[in-house]
């Protein structure tokens, strides 16, 4: 009960006012971001009309956890995500969720031993302070699937990493609410908002009062949950 809270207090303060340290970073790294990832994106807008408010929330989930968890980053550990990893990363842990073969590419092993190494990379950077290297930029979004290998590089692992760890948090939202919430538009949502602060001339499938009104809607949701379980 105290983590569906929690994780649902943050949710909807994430999605109100960004984090300053996420502001931040924005500010720095989307010109790196706009230098190197000179790809043509666009709005998956042709069905956004039709949305339901479950997809139209499972795309908001893709920016309270895909946005900052990318736009952070070159801040914290120096380099920038790859964002066709960490995409590649949500597709299999979410085969990952329906189908118990179904085994990720980097092990539950190696994605600890990888975040381990990328905590001690910001722990230095931290130190470093002024002196901490410059932002290491990534390749270009190509939107294609990612194959890992022993030879595949350190940052696009993490990035791999961070998009399981994010998923999983999205699959916990479905079962706090007891809606299945669908994937394609959660990927969608991270998609979108990345490309938004990437991108000057972006603009998302979604309109900005739909987002606020469908997240009024699940933020009072959530407190009727709330109340239900404090009942029980």
């Known amino acids: ?75 914290r550990i120096g380099a920038m995500l790859e964002l066709d990893a960490m995409i590649q990363g949500i597709v299999d842990n979410e085969k990952a969720l329906v189908d118990s073969t179904w085994e990720l590419q980097l092990s539950a092993a190696a994605q600890a031993e990888i975040n381990e190494y990328y905590n001690k990379v910001a722990e230095d950077r931290k130190a470093a302070g002024d002196n901490a290297s410059p932002v290491v930029l990534a390749g270009p979004i190509t939107g294609q699937k990612v194959v890992l290998m022993d030879t595949t590089s350190k940052i696009v692992k993490y990035s791999y990493a961070q998009g399981v760890m994010i998923d999983v948090l999205f699959d916990g939202m479905r079962k706090n609410f007891g809606e299945n919430f669908e994937s394609r538009f959660f990927i969608q949502g991270v998609r979108e908002f990345i490309y938004e602060a990437v991108y000057p001339s972006f603009k998302k499938a979604v309109s900005d009062g739909r987002l606020k009104a469908v997240n009024a809607k699940y933020k009072k949701r959530m407190e009727e949950i709330r109340e239900e379980r404090r009942r029980q």
């Open 1 to 75: 009960m105290k983590n569906f809270v929690v994780l649902c207090i943050c949710v909807f303060t994430l999605l109100a006012c960004g984090t300053d340290e996420t502001q931040k970073t924005e500010k720095n790294a989307a010109p790196a971001q706009d230098a190197t990832q000179k790809t043509a994106v666009s709005p998956q807008d042709s069905a956004a009309s039709s949305m339901t408010d479950a997809q139209v929330f499972a795309y908001i989930l893709g920016q309270v956890y895909g946005y900052p968890a990318y736009m952070n980053a070159p801040q």
